[in-house]
């Protein structure tokens, strides 16, 4: 979709796959790439609005960025997702012949936009580096990433051989020019090589979140990167932080608990997207939670952190 505003409310797009690979780009004039962004949606235009509402991508595949959405931003124009799922989808793989094209954002590539995104979920999306969402500026086009009620589970990068050319950040990447808010979000079982939660977090505030990933080389930050290693990355509070990691592995945000939340599977739990709940006893509770929690259930005083409020 080229120039248009779009809106999708109450469907499914399941299945569809962007034939071309390279992406779009322009160099001395000219228009170069051979597509392949967007397995279901593909957007570029200026002061154009997206609106997501109450609607699923699964299982869709692109040739090079945004197995479900491909989106490009000129303004930090608006873009909404609220009550959807973003299941199975994939950047697809690249090797052999084809391994310096691009695979990145298994699920959302969202570029030059203002994200407001919320009781939603992305998982089980694959790529070969980015997996999950991937939110970036677009040239002097600000990027702001503010997420809440979210479940980021099971995206991950394609495994290699030897594991150290696996690719990194499978949960969250946020790129130059980004600011934001994560708040109450549930970010737990994507797996890369490293930064498998929040891939550059310097920029956000990041509160009431549960961050418990996988990274196969077990020596680098597990969870969170950022600008440096000396101190933790994000700011925020009231976040929980597993697992440790042979070397230790460094703070997502300011004093975070560390403690293995036990989360359970992806399922049904009630709401409009399906949700992960911990089973651990004794998490820290959350402050300044939104009123409901991803399925729309009230939220108690003190709140449960996380997308889910438990009882």
């Given at each position: 979709?080229?120039?248009?505003?779009?809106?999708?409310?109450?469907?499914?797009?399941?299945?569809?796959?962007?034939?071309?690979?390279?992406?779009?780009?322009?160099?001395?004039?000219?228009?170069?790439?051979?597509?392949?962004?967007?397995?279901?949606?593909?957007?570029?235009?200026?002061?154009?609005?997206?609106?997501v509402c109450g609607s699923?991508?699964?299982?869709?595949?692109?040739?090079?960025?945004?197995?479900?959405?491909?989106?490009?931003?000129?303004?930090?124009?608006?873009?909404?997702?609220?009550?959807?799922?973003?299941?199975?989808?994939?950047?697809?793989?690249?090797?052999?012949?084809?391994?310096?094209?691009?695979?990145?954002?298994?699920?959302?590539?969202?570029?030059?936009?203002?994200?407001?995104?919320?009781?939603?979920?992305?998982?089980?999306?694959?790529?070969?580096?980015?997996?999950?969402?991937?939110?970036?500026?677009?040239?002097?086009?600000?990027?702001?990433?503010?997420?809440?009620?979210?479940?980021?589970?099971?995206?991950?990068?394609?495994?290699?051989?030897?594991?150290?050319?696996?690719?990194?950040?499978?949960?969250?990447?946020?790129?130059?020019?980004?600011?934001?808010?994560?708040?109450?979000?549930?970010?737990?079982?994507?797996?890369?090589?490293?930064?498998?939660?929040?891939?550059?977090?310097?920029?956000?505030?990041?509160?009431?979140?549960?961050?418990?990933?996988?990274?196969?080389?077990?020596?680098?930050?597990?969870?969170?990167?950022?600008?440096?290693?000396?101190s933790p990355p994000a700011?925020?509070?009231?976040?929980?932080?597993?697992?440790?990691?042979?070397?230790?592995?460094?703070?997502?945000?300011?004093?975070?608990?560390?403690?293995?939340?036990?989360?359970?599977?992806?399922?049904?739990?009630?709401?409009?997207?399906?949700?992960?709940?911990?089973?651990?006893?004794?998490?820290?509770?959350?402050?300044?939670?939104?009123?409901?929690?991803?399925?729309?259930?009230?939220?108690?005083?003190?709140?449960?952190?996380?997308?889910?409020?438990?009882?």
């Amino acid at each position: 979709m080229l120039g248009s505003a779009l809106t999708v409310v109450n469907t499914t797009l399941s299945g569809n796959v962007a034939t071309g690979n390279g992406a779009n780009y322009v160099e001395n004039g000219q228009q170069l790439g051979q597509g392949g962004n967007g397995g279901a949606v593909s957007m570029d235009g200026q002061g154009r609005a997206l609106y997501v509402c109450g609607s699923t991508f699964a299982d869709n595949s692109s040739g090079a960025f945004g197995g479900a959405i491909f989106r490009t931003g000129y303004q930090s124009e608006p873009n909404e997702i609220h009550r959807s799922a973003f299941l199975d989808n994939e950047a697809r793989d690249r090797s052999g012949a084809e391994a310096d094209l691009p695979s990145g954002a298994g699920a959302l590539y969202l570029q030059g936009v203002h994200v407001t995104m919320t009781s939603s979920t992305v998982a089980g999306n694959r790529a070969r580096s980015s997996a999950g969402v991937w939110i970036l500026a677009h040239g002097a086009a600000a990027a702001t990433a503010d997420l809440t009620n979210v479940t980021i589970t099971g995206n991950a990068t394609y495994p290699r051989d030897p594991f150290t050319e696996r690719g990194v950040a499978a949960g969250v990447t946020i790129g130059d020019g980004t600011t934001g808010t994560l708040l109450n979000c549930t970010i737990t079982g994507n797996s890369a090589q490293f930064g498998a939660a929040v891939w550059n977090a310097s920029s956000l505030t990041i509160r009431n979140t549960i961050l418990a990933n996988d990274a196969e080389n077990v020596y680098t930050p597990l969870n969170c990167t950022g600008s440096s290693y000396a101190s933790p990355p994000a700011s925020g509070d009231h976040n929980v932080q597993w697992p440790m990691g042979v070397q230790d592995d460094m703070e997502c945000t300011p004093g975070i608990t560390r403690m293995d939340p036990q989360m359970g599977a992806l399922g049904d739990h009630g709401g409009p997207t399906p949700t992960a709940l911990p089973g651990a006893a004794g998490l820290p509770a959350g402050t300044g939670c939104p009123p409901t929690d991803q399925r729309g259930e009230p939220r108690g005083e003190p709140c449960t952190i996380g997308a889910v409020e438990l009882p």
